[in-house]
T-cell receptor, first 118, second 112 residues
Framework: AAGVIQSPRHLIKEKRETATLKCYPI?????VYWYQQGPGQDPQFLIS???????DKGSIPDRFSAQQFSDYHSELNMSSLELGDSALYFC?????????????????FGPGTRLTVT | DQQVKQNSPSLSVQEGRISILNCDYT??????FLWYKKYPAEGPTFLIS?????DKNEDGRFTVFLNKSAKHLSLHIVPSQPGDSAVYFC???????????FGKGTLLTVNP
């Protein structure tokens, strides 16, 4: 079965540079989520898109922005990178239209992008 | 403020025995709960979920129990296998916004 694809898998950037992370959701999934996981931490929600519209926003810095395109893939853009941005970034997708009680809350995660800022 | 808590950072069990992973939550608005398994350098893998209107859900070796009055849920793995060794995350959802709130995870080690 097709899974969530993320690229690149690893990225090394210097402080103050920019980075773009890409996510390709599972086909026919209508919602994409981005999470950040620091070392030894639990994944923290950043932002989500439902049918290409931003649906919820978490603890995402103003230096970060994201969008979902017409083909449902999503990109997370990170500018003015700081050392503290070094983390694993996960994308997840779900089929929200399935609705509560029918499994619409299950999110399926990609393998992640490991971002290292030096 | 950690709304989903996994108070045991690690758990070690023998192969063939039962593994019980616990999770507590503080936000009574959560209405759906999920368990994920995570290997190093991989994304979390969905295991099993439960709606707040149920108290038990079973899928093969995995069973999740929900005690809503105690704001507590647990994941039972029977029988445990060495391949189950991973970090297990409990997560919760409010039906209105769909985002997952995770606990800090429990490292399960199943010894042969």
């Amino acid at each position: 079965a097709a899974g969530v694809i993320q690229s690149p898998r690893h990225l090394i950037k210097e402080k103050r540079e920019t980075a773009t992370l890409k996510c390709y959701p599972i086909p026919r999934h209508d919602t994409v989520y981005w999470y950040q996981q620091g070392p030894g931490q639990d994944p923290q929600f950043l932002i989500s898109f439902y049918e290409k519209m931003q649906s919820d926003k978490g603890s995402i810095p103003d230096r970060f922005s994201a969008q979902q395109f017409s083909d449902y893939h999503s990109e997370l853009n990170m500018s003015s990178l700081e050392l503290g941005d070094s983390a694993l970034y996960f994308c997840a997708s779900s089929a929200r239209l399935m609705g509560p009680g029918t499994g619409g809350f299950e999110q399926y995660f990609g393998p992640g992008t490991r971002l290292t800022v030096t | 403020d950690q709304q989903v808590k996994q108070n045991s950072p690690s758990l070690s069990v023998q192969e063939g025995r039962i593994s019980i992973l616990n999770c507590d939550y503080t936000n009574s608005m959560f209405d759906y709960f999920l368990w994920y398994k995570k290997y190093p350098a991989e994304g979390p893998t969905f295991l099993i979920s439960i709606s707040s209107i149920k108290d038990k859900n079973e899928d093969g070796r995995f069973t999740v129990f929900l005690n809503k009055s105690a704001k507590h849920l647990s994941l039972h793995i029977v029988p445990s296998q060495p391949g189950d060794s991973a970090v297990y995350f409990c997560a919760a959802v409010r039906g209105s916004n769909y985002k997952l709130t995770f606990g800090k995870g429990t490292l399960l080690t199943v010894n042969p």
